[in-house]
């Protein structure tokens, strides 16, 4: 790297809003607390709560459902009352009440209630923090912002799972006892997004009132948002739920107390690889990056089909990692490249909802393909579904200023 190249990544890190930083740490801290749970739930509805396969792609479908139609209220309602931190901050509390069912719950429904508090709270923060961060980030750094925080999420993706292994290991395979530590860190993110997080001030009067979503509004999106949302859809249906690459890796051996290994490796990948993604798609647009993150899903999706043991499923989750880290920060900075500044919250909400459903979709058909085909069907599924998105995007930027450096 020449010396002023480095001058300009550093300068670029520097000009980060201490705010984008601080929601990162909010980020961090949930992650932590969620993944702890997360990177043991599958094996626990599975071999404790006596729940089958199909049942846990159901569960995480509609959770992550639940969240996509969330958002779309929460990021409308933002628009509307320019309140982004309040918004915020109900989803971080919503989803630290919820940590307290996991470990007391008995059946696959009590999961299923817990999920969705947690998701509901997801729902009502995710699209607001966005918009938030969009307001606060000039565009040219835009990608790094949306970079940062994704790292600073992943990093916390990578602690939980870790802290998972060690606490199963101290308290002899007891999920209720690790899942009660699950607390902890969600208790800390809220406090740091009261106290950390400063969100600008609208003019007077620019508040808007009535119903959140309106028609008229809806026609301001332009051309090239819609391509967006089409091309997120699509990379929902790619991407069914991690939990499977769980149930992929205690198929092939792993062993039950190394389980949440699967979801440290993959986001060490991914918290690797998102910020320096976020800082080029800045320098050379957003485009050839998400390509490139299809291509390495592609590829997962084989490997994980296709060779057998435990060196396949970690090249495969690998590589899952891989695509993470160069296309969820990257998506989020191309809505806030294409939408109008008073409608970011909007915006989200919709993108969110569409790729949700998507995942939704995606992840009930991986839970019935693998309870009647197995797993090297569902897989083989999905890596149909991120070839069609990289056609898709191929040909959906290629007609669009979307995914073109900031000028």
């Keep these: 790297m020449s010396r002023a ?36 739930l599958p094996i626990f509805l599975t071999t404790v709560i006596g729940a089958s396969t199909l049942m846990v792609g159901v569960i995480e479908g509609v959770s992550e459902a639940t969240v996509s139609i969330t958002k779309v209220f929460s990021g409308a309602i933002s628009d509307r009352i320019g309140k982004r ?12 009440v919820s940590k307290p069912v996991f470990p007391l719950a008995g059946t696959a429904s009590e999961i299923l209630a817990a999920r969705f508090l947690d998701r509901i709270g997801k729902g009502i923060r995710d699209a607001p923090r966005d918009a938030l961060i969009a307001d606060i980030t000039p565009p040219t750094i835009r990608g790094a912002s949306y970079g940062m925080r994704q ?15 060690a606490l199963m290991a101290l308290y002899s395979n007891d999920f209720r006892a690790v899942f009660w ?25 620019s508040e808007k009132r009535g119903w959140p979503i309106r028609k008229a509004e809806l026609a301001r999106m332009p051309p090239a948002y819609w391509i967006v949302v089409a091309i997120g859809a699509v990379f929902g ?20 107390a190394l389980l949440p290994l699967v979801f440290v490796w993959m986001n060490l990948v991914y918290a690797i690889v998102a910020a320096p993604a976020g800082i080029l798609s800045d320098k050379i647009g957003r485009k050839n990056l998400l390509l490139c993150g299809l291509a390495a899903l592609t590829i997962a999706d084989l490997l994980l089909a296709l060779l057998p043991g435990l060196a396949g499923a970690a090249a495969g989750i690998g590589l899952w990692g891989l695509y993470l880290g160069l ?16 409608l970011r919250g909007t915006a989200f909400g919709l993108f969110n909802l569409v790729g949700g459903a998507a995942l939704l979709a995606a992840s009930t058909l991986a839970g019935w393909t ?15 579904f991120s ?12 007609h669009s200023a979307a995914g073109e450096p900031a000028k």
């Design 5 to 40: 190249s480095a001058e300009t990544t550093s300068r670029t890190w520097r000009d980060i809003p201490r705010s984008v930083i601080a929601l990162g740490l909010v980020s961090l801290l949930m992650d932590i607390s969620s993944e702890l749970i997360h990177g043991l």
């Design 85 to 96: 931190k309040l918004l915020v901050g109900i989803g971080y509390g919503l989803a630290a």
């Design 151 to 165: 790292a600073l999420d992943t990093v916390g993706a990578v602690a939980g799972p870790l802290l998972a292994v």
């Design 181 to 205: 530590w699950a607390t902890v860190p969600a208790i800390l993110a809220v406090l740091v997004l009261v106290v950390g997080v400063n969100e600008p001030q609208l003019p007077a009067g």
């Design 237 to 256: 249906l790619a991407r069914f739920s991690e939990a499977f690459l769980v149930l992929k890796a205690q198929a092939e051996g792993l062993p039950l």
């Design 327 to 342: 296309s969820q920060g990257l998506l989020s900075a191309l809505v806030a490249d294409t939408a109008p500044g008073d």
């Design 370 to 384: 693998w309870h009647e085909l197995g797993p090297a069907a569902t897989f083989a599924l999905g890596a149909g």
């Design 387 to 398: 070839v069609l998105a990289f056609l898709m995007t191929t040909i959906g930027l290629g």
